[in-house]
Nanobody
Framework: QVQLVESGGGSVEAGGSLRLSCVAS????????MAWFRQAPGNERVGIAA????????FYADSVKGRFTISQDNAKNTLYLQMNSLKPEDTDMYYC??????????????????WGQGAQVTVSS
């Protein structure tokens, strides 16, 4: 059974940084695409970053490009999202995901089968 557990969320002032972690169990990091999504109440879940199984390719939404960095540590079976220069509009619940359906768009929520429970990020102005 695949389980993904996010941590590292919290409250920070604008311009600050946070690093989210996503520890996987029942799944080996590096075997499939992994991604980060975020969602505000009442809104759709939006893909913001994804990484290929080898870690050699990364993908970012325009809204976070140049500020966020996705990475993975196969030895720790963990996915990360380093978030710098945070803005109030980055306030959301953040989710990690894996189990990409073959041929699907890497930043589309429907592409992934397995999801974590989410971590709240709040950025104050």
């Amino acid at each position: 059974q695949v389980q993904l557990v996010e941590s590292g969320g919290g409250s920070v002032e604008a311009g600050g940084s946070l690093r989210l972690s996503c520890v996987a169990s029942g799944y080996t990091v590096g075997l499939d695409y992994m991604a980060w999504f975020r969602q505000a109440p009442g809104n759709e879940r939006v893909g913001i970053a994804a990484i290929s199984p080898s870690g050699g390719s990364t993908f970012y939404a325009d809204s976070v490009k140049g500020r966020f960095t996705i990475s993975q540590d196969n030895a720790k079976n963990t996915l990360y999202l380093q978030m710098n220069s945070l803005k109030p509009e980055d306030t959301d619940m953040y989710y990690c995901a894996t189990g990409r359906r073959v041929g699907s768009v890497v930043l589309a929520s429907r592409a992934y089968q397995y999801w974590g429970q989410g971590a709240q990020v709040t950025v104050s102005s």
